[in-house]
């Protein structure tokens, strides 16, 4: 399995997240693992 960690500022609605989030949703996952590192809070 391979693992990959990302590390973004939030889950929130961003081109970046997004994009992520759309991969993590249609990727094998019994061949790789997605692990998510968020560095800021969200904000309110």
Request: proline share 0%; charged share 20%; no cysteine.
């Given at each position: 399995m391979i693992r990959v960690l990302?590390?973004?500022?939030?889950?929130?609605?961003?081109g970046a997240e997004t994009f992520l989030v759309n991969l993590y949703r249609n990727i094998d996952r019994d061949k790789v693992q997605f692990d998510f590192a968020i560095y800021n809070e969200p904000s309110e």
């Open positions: 990302q590390i973004i500022g939030s889950l929130e609605r961003g």
